[in-house]
């Protein structure tokens, strides 16, 4: 029984010197930064001790830290149970946040808020919560651009970040890969290219950069090209060699004589300690735009830009400022001309992990940062947007479910449905007023059509039929002018507006409507005597009545679309009183109409006012009212037509 006992012993003392060993082991792995090392090792410990603070905490934190914090969740919630601080809760929200869990998320954040005075980790929790619900009101920016894996590209490793450059595309892909990147346990990346012609790529003739060689045992990523093609810059890093520099950089290679020149580090990186990359340049080249967690920025990584020096170099880097930049990241900047600015970003609100925004103007001139919407952007990894044919076609890479493997590229098309089209059909008839008789066709004559901008949009002579075709755009407001040698030229206005169909209910792409209009012409003669009708006045007075108005304005038309002739207005009484009192009230309201056609803009020097009081009746010893007010008339007459 002793020996039994002893031998026990034994056994526990091996045990947890081996354990122990495990412990040390996995913790140089993850302070080395081996996180997936470290995963593994301390996986093996959890798989006899599931509490075991310390395992839970290394691979919880071995996740976030490999860009994986979506698979910490269980981890911080095991964390969260045993030994409850701000930082298990917060981050446990942000691994849930990062699976589309918002409403598990906002619970771990507004549990966070318990454990903290700290002002500053309360602000960037209750900005994580703002973020959820700003989330959920996003609209897709580009509504019907459509985004396809790009199967026959990708391969079961990491493969994104593509450029286009002089008719190839280039990427970074872990193919023809020599080792793992012990952070994340993925391939290592290498630089790659093919022929392209915009989304069309050549995927069989896919190869390693011909431009320069690829380095073995460490990543090469994130490739960017001048607009002229002389240049090349890249990043390249997380070595596992004590012999290499400790943090990913950026390296340029130049063409040279016929070639490129052996890569370099490049002094906008400023420090070897300090994570620099995904590299862009600007449209004209002279700015290039970067990634960087140095010192002085407003998160974890931030973008800057650096402007390109005397020498060829790029310098004075300067962070783009906290309307882009968050207390999160920001990479894989993409500057386009008309000034908008898209990069990726997972601080901003949007839908999981990093998603793809763009900064613009708004009508104030204020920039503003929109989350690119739900066919861009997943739960997962959306980065690295590059246009091959701006905005409707080009690439972005993500993680997303569902993809071929780690990274993928995707394309990505503008679908946006062709707009029926519906063409409004105006006949324009134009015909005579014949006395007595039904209007007559008026042939030869005139007709101009103007837009609502006072611009003609069309102009012909009527057939024999006196008809003239226009095409008309639906919902829109046109004046239509007629004129013939010999008669008062006319406009009236005519709109569209209400007189087409709906347009979601048309199926035909092209849809004709035809509608028809008429413009009588009145002949032109001197002193012919035209009464308007319906000018009436208060008994006794001469003003102008608000209805009167309305007929004197037709009466002002005309004078502004038969801009040579003068006329004489006249007023006319019945004979129930005074030839003296009818004879000055006539002339008193015809010049209360000249006076009014004045203040519309004509001229007085085109108007002549003449009260003729009862001397001209139409109707002798009139005795009904309706006599008396066919008497009581308002006319005018051309009195003269300057050439």
Not at 120 to 142: H, M, N
Not at 167 to 185: E, H, K, M, N
Not at 194 to 216: C, T, W, Y
Not at 314 to 338: S, V
């Amino acid at each position: 029984m002793k020996n039994h006992f002893l031998w026990i012993c034994l056994l526990l003392l091996v045990g947890v010197s081996s354990c122990k060993s495990l412990q040390e082991k996995g913790n140089e792995q993850f302070l080395s930064g081996q996180y997936q090392y470290a995963i593994n090792s301390f996986s093996q410990i959890l798989a006899d001790d599931p509490d075991n603070k310390e395992a839970n905490q290394v691979i919880a934190e071995s996740y976030r830290l490999s860009n994986r914090i979506e698979d910490a969740a269980p981890y911080y919630e095991k964390l969260v149970e045993e030994d409850p601080t701000f930082e298990s809760y917060y981050r446990l929200g942000l691994s849930l946040k990062a699976q589309g869990k918002d409403e598990e998320a906002k619970e771990a954040f507004e549990k966070a808020k318990g454990y903290t005075q700290d002002e500053t980790f309360l602000a960037e929790t209750q900005r994580q919560l703002e973020a959820i619900k700003l989330s959920e009101g996003i609209e897709d920016y580009w509504p019907y651009h459509e985004l396809l894996n790009y199967k026959d590209l990708n391969t079961a490793g990491p493969d994104y970040a593509p450029v286009i450059s002089e008719d190839f595309i280039y990427f970074t892909s872990g193919r023809q890969a020599s080792g793992l990147y012990p952070a994340d346990g993925s391939p290592y990346t290498k630089l790659f290219r093919a022929r392209a012609d915009g989304l069309r790529v050549d995927v069989s003739g896919a190869q390693a950069l011909p431009e320069f060689k690829n380095e073995e045992g460490l990543n090469q990523a994130a490739i960017a090209i001048s607009p002229d093609g002389n240049t090349i810059i890249y990043a390249r890093g997380n070595s596992t060699s004590d012999k290499d520099l400790p943090e990913t950089a950026l390296f340029v290679s130049y063409f040279r004589g016929g070639g490129f020149t052996q890569p370099i580090w490049m002094p906008v990186n400023e420090d070897e300690f300090w994570w620099n990359s995904t590299p862009a340049f600007s449209e004209d080249g002279e700015e290039l735009y970067f990634a960087s967690n140095r010192p002085g920025g407003y998160g974890g990584i931030d973008l800057y830009k650096a402007t390109k020096l005397a020498n060829g170099d790029f310098g004075n880097p300067k962070n783009l400022g906290p309307t882009i930049n968050t207390p999160g990241n920001e990479l894989f900047p993409r500057p386009m001309g008309d000034g908008k600015f898209f990069f990726s970003s997972d601080g901003h609100p949007g839908y999981g992990k990093l998603d793809l925004f763009v900064a613009e103007k708004d009508a104030s001139g204020t920039q503003v940062v929109k989350n690119l919407g739900e066919n861009f952007n997943s739960n997962n990894d959306d980065f690295s947007l590059f246009f091959t044919d701006y905005p409707k076609a080009g690439f972005i890479s993500s993680n997303r479910e569902g993809g071929i493997g780690d990274d993928d590229i995707y394309f990505f098309e503008d679908k946006t449905p062709k707009p029926k089209i519906i063409n409004v059909l105006l006949n324009v008839y134009t015909k005579q007023r014949v006395a007595g008789e039904d209007d007559a066709v008026l042939e030869q004559a005139r007709v101009v059509l103007y837009d609502s901008l006072n611009k003609q949009a069309g102009g012909d002579f009527s057939n024999t039929s006196g008809r003239v075709r226009f095409t008309l755009t639906p919902d829109s407001d046109f004046t239509i002018i007629a004129s013939k040698s010999g008669y008062f030229s006319k406009s009236i206005p005519y709109t569209t507006t209400g007189k087409t169909p709906d347009i979601s209910t048309l199926v035909q792409d092209v849809t004709n409507i035809t509608l028809d209009t008429t413009i009588v012409l009145d002949q032109l003669v001197l002193d012919r005597s035209i009464v308007l009708e319906n000018i009436y006045y208060d008994l006794d007075k001469a003003e102008i009545r608000p209805d009167a108005a309305v007929e004197l304005d037709k009466l002002v038309q005309i004078l502004k679309d038969n801009p040579s002739i003068t006329i004489e207005l006249s007023s006319h009484t019945d004979d129930r009183s005074s030839d003296a009192y009818n004879q000055d009230l006539s002339q008193r309201r015809a010049q209360s109409a000249v006076d009014y056609i004045v203040s519309q803009g004509i001229s007085a020097d085109r108007l002549v006012a003449r009260g003729y009081g009862e001397s001209q009746l139409i109707i002798e010893n009139a005795s009904t009212e309706e006599e008396h007010q066919t008497n009581r008339r308002t006319e005018f007459k051309v009195i003269e037509i300057k050439e």
